[in-house]
C-alpha cells in the first residue's frame, strides 16, 4: 500500500511554470513506476507522463512532448511533474499514481493502482 500526495499546484500565467511534488509513504517507493495524469472539468482524465522505477524510461504524450518533465528522487520518496510554456489548455487538476508492476511505466490510467487526491492548475491567458 502505498499513499500519495500532491503540492504545488496554482495559478500562473500562459508562458509560465509550475513544478508538481508527490510525495509517497512507504518504503517500496522506488519499486513503484510512477505516472502523472489530468482531468479538466468535462473531460476525461488524460495521462500527462510517466517514469519507470529506475528513472531511466520517460513517456509522454505529444500534447505535453518538449514542455514538461518527469523525474523522481527515490531517496526522498517523490516524483515531480515540470512543467514550462504553459497553455491556457494545461488547466486541470493533476494527478499522480503508483504501480507496482515490476516498476514499469504506463500510460494507461487504468494500469495504476494508487491514487492521489489532485492538485489544481490554472494558466490564464
Known amino acids: 500500500q502505498v499513499q500519495l500526495v500532491e503540492s504545488g499546484g496554482g495559478l500562473v500565467q500562459a508562458g509560465g511554470s509550475l513544478r508538481l511534488s508527490c510525495a509517497a509513504s512507504g518504503r517500496t517507493f522506488g519499486s513503484y513506476g510512477m505516472g502523472w495524469f489530468r482531468q479538466a472539468p468535462g473531460k476525461e482524465r488524460e495521462f500527462v507522463a510517466a517514469?519507470?522505477?529506475?528513472?531511466?524510461?520517460?513517456y509522454y504524450p505529444d500534447s505535453v512532448k518538449g514542455r514538461f518533465t518527469i523525474s523522481r528522487d527515490n531517496g526522498k520518496n517523490t516524483v515531480y511533474l515540470q512543467m514550462n510554456s504553459l497553455k491556457p489548455e494545461d488547466t486541470a487538476v493533476y494527478y499522480c499514481a503508483a504501480r507496482a508492476s515490476f516498476g514499469f511505466a504506463s500510460y494507461r490510467d487504468y494500469d495504476y493502482a494508487y491514487w492521489g487526491q489532485g492538485t489544481q492548475v490554472t494558466v490564464s491567458s
Open positions: 517514469i519507470n522505477w529506475s528513472g531511466d524510461n520517460t
